[in-house]
């Protein structure tokens, strides 16, 4: 009706292929109903059983963004079916390389129904070619700024087919974030907060020094104090940093968590290995409540790391870190490549007795995965070992590693994934799950739950890869 408010939902779609969780290769465990198999996926179930689901960010701080005569929702399809009975004058979408099939879906079949899509998000920003026939509207790079732009000119019926951040934003400037539109309940924690973004390293099958740049770029330490202090309003659970290296910075880092020791809040975040070697830090860490650190050990061997452009944890010192950090009282989960370019069959035996040598709380031990837009991604198409055509992004999603996207370069696929799922087997017990939560220095409960999630997660890759081993094999025979 004229006058009314033009009504906008955000939408967060689930991975297809498993960035939210393990999902078999066949489609036989999908429902026809496109809406019904966008809620009813497997691990949808075991996610919100787990209760380890958090919102996204990105999609919390658009949602932030007001413009009169604009009303904003949210739709998390992991827990939600989309709200196709009520009209909507946007529908924005998402895109992880791991969404593309189900987003373009959703857009089609609300494109066919008369409501105008935007896409964004970061496969979007990195091959908006691809994406320009699925969208009325697309929002390319970090869209802070962007957003308010298509919110003024959908107000005013003047949508643009494409908007674009040629700069990054500036993140000095304050917008604070808002939880108005998320049920709360229906997340592990909403305590989501990011304080920098960009990265300085230039790992080669990362993408963030892509889509971010590699300077970082810092909000100010007062605006993330107060947005912590009025989450807490609302949430009182767990925080979760989601910086890409939180210790990236020590002078910033030990400004803002000196801050926030008064609050008494817990949280967890992603570290370097360096951490350890930084008394002073750590230990401002732990004093302002740091319970649990992702730490990117990726190889245990300096020639792994080397050959993907990682120089900045010397396998040599990374041992004395993680305990270290286990030391100070904050749990790491070690987060492992296995199929590096340097790696030989003894790798495996190698990292079970680091985990055993360090005590690393949760393990993830995670195949190489080239995905489309990475260095990485390009050089191996050009040594022609990825294992499918490089123009169908959708093979290359990324996933909990239950299938094979390339060849490894100093191990036969034949042999690399029986050595591959053996690891998995022996890592991930019942038994070893039990082990990591009685010796974890912290949240023993949330240990458990993590290690037990992975019996599960990794006997379902196992099961893919076999499957895909038997049809390599069927393969060479013919």
Not at 146 to 165: H, I, N, S, T
Not at 428 to 451: D, E, Y
């Amino acid at each position: 009706m004229p006058g009314a408010d033009k009504a906008v939902l955000l939408v967060f779609i689930q991975a297809d292929s498993g960035v939210d969780g393990a999902a078999l290769l066949g489609d036989a465990a999908r429902s026809t109903a496109l809406f019904s198999s966008l809620k009813d996926t497997l691990f949808s179930g075991i996610i919100r059983r787990a209760q380890f689901a958090i919102p996204p960010l990105s999609l919390m701080i658009l949602g932030s963004v007001q413009v009169d005569g604009v009303r904003q929702e949210y739709c998390d399809l992991r827990f939600e079916r989309f709200p196709a009975d009520r009209h909507w004058d946007l529908v924005g979408i998402s895109v992880q390389t791991g969404a593309v099939r189900p987003a373009f879906e959703l857009a089609a079949a609300l494109r066919h129904r008369g409501v105008k899509v935007v896409l964004g998000g970061p496969y979007v920003t990195l091959f908006a070619e691809r994406c320009r026939e699925h969208a009325d509207v697309l929002v390319c790079g970090e869209a802070d700024d962007l957003w308010r732009e298509v919110l003024l000119d959908l107000r005013k019926g003047e949508l643009r087919a494409e908007y674009r951040q040629e700069t990054p934003p500036d993140l000095s400037l304050s917008r604070p974030v808002s939880k108005s539109m998320l049920d709360i309940k229906s997340y592990f924690t909403t305590n989501v907060v990011q304080t920098t973004r960009g990265c300085p390293y230039s790992c080669d099958f990362c993408t963030v020094h892509v889509m971010n740049g590699h300077r970082l770029r810092h909000r100010p330490v007062k605006d993330v104090q107060r947005e912590v202090e009025g989450f807490l309003k609302e949430d009182r659970r767990i925080f979760f940093f989601l910086d890409d290296t939180i210790n990236a910075d020590e002078r910033y880092a030990r400004e803002l968590f000196n801050g926030l020791i008064p609050l008494g809040i817990r949280w967890v975040g992603q570290s370097t290995t360096a951490l350890g070697e930084n008394p002073a830090l750590l230990e401002v860490f732990a004093r302002s409540g740091c319970g649990a650190l992702l730490v990117g050990i990726e190889s245990i061997g300096d020639g792994s790391n080397h050959a993907h452009h990682k120089f900045h944890n010397p396998a040599s010192r990374q041992v004395a870190s993680i305990k270290a950090i286990r030391d100070a009282g904050i749990c790491v989960y070690g987060s492992f490549i296995y199929g590096l370019d340097g790696d030989t069959l003894d790798m495996p035996r190698r990292i079970e007795e680091f985990i055993e040598e360090t005590g690393v709380d949760v393990p993830g031990i995670n195949l190489l995965r080239p995905i489309p837009g990475t260095d990485l991604f390009t050089r191996l198409a050009g040594e022609h070992r990825l294992l499918h055509d490089p123009g169908n992004h959708d093979a290359f999603r990324f996933s909990w590693g239950q299938e094979m996207l390339y060849r490894p370069k100093a191990v036969s696929i034949e042999s690399f994934i029986p050595s591959y799922t053996g690891l998995t087997k022996r890592v991930f017990t019942v038994a070893n799950a039990l082990k990591r939560a009685a010796s974890a220095p912290t949240l023993r409960a949330s240990v458990l739950s993590f290690n037990l999630l992975y019996v599960h997660l990794y006997g379902l890759a196992r099961r893919d890869l076999y499957r895909q081993l038997a049809t390599l094999a069927g393969a060479g025979e013919g």
